[in-house]
């Protein structure tokens, strides 16, 4: 139980450290979820194929380059914490991804008929 | 690591609406920190409580007690302006983190309705209840805390000079952050030809006793990236039997080193240097001296009390804790032994094993419970088992997440975590986690 109250103030101290970025994303990805619900004949389920697949290739880029942005190298992964760890961090940058792609397909898709 | 006596710089301004959203934010876990601390109810108290040193555990427990009690008076005693996040030095003494990334200001953290004194203490009186400040001013207190640090006793290395740090190959890692970037130039220049490297560890009692390991690592890691390492020989001297206190640590490091050829030579105390001629004095325990050629030194400083603790009536009179002035605390209850009104925490207390912020992060909930359990007219009921954590860096990306007790055993937080496994994870937790975990400490909240 302490551990996971650590680790939610970790991110939370993490999160003041960037708030103005994570407060940009946050209303512009409200925006663009508004304006795509607003869309007459907004086709949603077209939208989440894309934004999977957008969501897997950031996954995947993410995966490759945090060791190197964080001055290590996949080399120095060891043994299975380090690779349950780097998974976890690659699906959030990749989950963020595919959640700005979602609204933006649904904007820039075509309109549902009938 | 709590602070030191070290010399002041500027802190960084802070933008007025910059703190005010910051404050605003800051506020915003409350909800979560009440159920963090379900456990803490508060006690209703005219008390004056002074704390002694305003590192990461007088602040923290400033913020604490400033939670749990309802109209105490709080007193911070400590002239710094800047808080250094200690834990950060290694990093930039290896050229890992810019300097900026150590210094905040004291004042961001302190709880609201604190007194601030802006002065050192220079004597404790425990039989009348008053600190002096460097200042002349006398102070009484219902109850003290002790967290002033350590004192870096450089004055026992003849010939050293804090302002050479940088410069003809020395460095030293501990007195400040402007000392850990010039640590880090020596160590730039030294590694584009290589040469001989001197590492150091002395007798005492340390702050952060895995430091001068992480630096050795480094230092070989940085000379192997540069291609200077055929051309060079690292040796660590060690004024002990030993590395590292905990044997299972101890063993590991040495094979490491076996297998990297960084040498060890052991009883070999530091104690002068020739810093133009780049030689250093080792004296072993019979008194012998030997003159060491370097191009590369790292001066561990021997540690101990500072004055105002040393030579007052809070130190331990006997047994080992007693040459170098430490606070005399029962190691459980980190209570005074003879004066039930003061309690220690950090650096300063002599009880067994090396401290680091993670001995602050696990006694700092400890001391503020126990205290205000004596303030209730109760005895102390929480008992603080020695828990110490160290990042052992092994190279630039890699690390061991070691963790262990009073007794040396090693007592990871989490079990998948192996303690003597080098690894990615914990290189990350010491370069973007553990800061901000630090901070939350600092806030009293975890």
Known sequence: MYEIWLVLNILWEIALGIWPLLAAAALAWVVLMILAARRPGACWRSAWRPAIVVAALVAVAAFLLVPGGTRSSLANLSYWVDWANLAAIALGFGAAAGAFVLPLRVLTGSRRTG | ?446
């Open chain 2, 1 to 446: 690591m709590t602070r030191t006596s070290s010399p002041q710089s500027a802190p960084p301004p802070t933008d007025p609406g910059r703190r005010r959203w910051m404050a605003a934010l800051g506020a915003a876990p409350a909800l979560a920190a009440a159920a963090g601390s379900a456990r803490a109810d508060t006690v209703k108290t005219k008390a004056h409580i002074v704390i002694a040193g305003s590192g990461l555990g007088g602040i923290a427990v400033a913020n604490r007690l400033s939670k749990r009690l309802d109209g105490a008076r709080i007193t911070i005693v400590d002239a710094k302006e800047v808080h250094n996040y200690q834990p950060g030095y290694t990093l930039v003494a290896t050229g890992v983190w810019p300097i900026d990334k150590v210094s905040d200001r004291n004042a961001d953290f302190h709880p609201h309705g604190i007194e601030w004194v802006k002065e050192m203490v220079a004597e404790f009186a425990p039989d009348t209840n008053t600190v002096v400040t460097t200042g002349g001013r006398k102070i009484a207190y219902d109850f003290l805390i002790v967290a002033t640090g350590v004192h870096l006793d450089y004055a026992q290395i003849e010939g050293m000079d804090l302002k050479a740090i940088g410069s003809n190959g020395l460095g030293s890692v501990y007195p400040n952050a402007e000392a850990a970037l010039a640590t880090w130039n020596a160590m730039d220049t030294f590694r584009a030809k290589g040469g001989a490297a001197v590492m150091t560890l002395p007798a005492t009692p340390l702050k952060c006793a895995g430091a001068p390991l992480k630096m050795t690592f480094m230092l070989r890691d940085r000379l192997h990236q540069a291609g200077t390492l055929k051309d060079s020989r690292v040796t660590f001297h060690s004024a002990l039997s030993n590395v590292f206190g905990v044997k299972a640590v101890n063993d590991n490091v040495l094979q490491r080193w076996k297998d990297l050829g960084i040498g060890v030579e052991y009883t070999q105390k530091l104690v002068g240097v020739d810093i133009g001629a780049r030689k250093a004095v080792f004296a072993n325990p019979e008194g012998e001296r030997s003159t060491v050629s370097y191009d590369y030194l790292h001066v561990v400083p021997p540690m101990r009390a500072p004055d105002a603790v040393k030579n007052s009536p809070l130190a331990w009179k006997d047994g080992p804790f007693a040459a170098g002035g430490w606070l005399e605390v029962d190691k459980g209850t980190l209570q005074h032994r003879r004066y039930p009104n003061v309690f220690g925490l950090g650096d300063i207390n002599g009880t067994p094993r090396g401290k680091t912020a993670a001995t602050v992060k696990k006694s700092v909930p400890i001391v503020a419970d126990n205290l205000v359990q004596v303030i209730a007219g109760r005895s102390p009921a929480e008992t603080f088992d020695g828990y110490t954590s160290c990042p052992m860096i092994v190279r630039e990306g890699s690390a061991m997440l070691i963790e262990f007790d009073y007794e040396g055993r090693l007592t990871p937080s989490l079990p998948m975590i192996e303690p003597l496994q080098e690894s990615y994870f914990a290189w990350l937790m010491k370069v973007r986690m553990l800061k901000p975990a630090y901070q939350a400490v600092l806030k009293g909240r975890v």
